[in-house]
């Protein structure tokens, strides 16, 4: 029997089920959950609307193995993020920063670019741009 989606969510939940559900309906002994779900963890899968495969992690199947068991497939429909609303792209003087302290600190850690920031001319740099500075790398100089 196939089940028909009627949003995103639910699809995200029916594939989340279709990959841990036979887990569920088993009476597994001590340590072989563990075992199936690393077995699991190895194969890739393409989730609804993707349009490469991927590995899921251990944890993460785990958390989706207890909600399903705890909640079944309501509990497994993606929540909302928590930065939802929030702008996420970088204004062009934004992304012009990143990548002068990248160039300027190349191994910097962001915690501590983060930390220095009000010493530097960077003290406009907002906290929400950590993911943004770890993924800011310049590009190399065709001249170089």
Known sequence: MTLSPKDHAEAVAIFRSEIIGGLTRRELDRGELRRELLVIAKQRWRAPDAD???????????????????????????????DRGRAQALTAEQRELLLDIRREYPFATVPTILRRRARRPWRDLRDDCAAALRRARPRPDPAA
Do not use: D
């Open 52 to 82: 490469h495969t991927r590995t899921y992690g251990l944890r993460t199947l785990e958390r989706w193995y207890s909600a399903y068991r705890k909640g079944g497939l309501e509990a497994l429909r993606p929540e909302p993020r928590s």
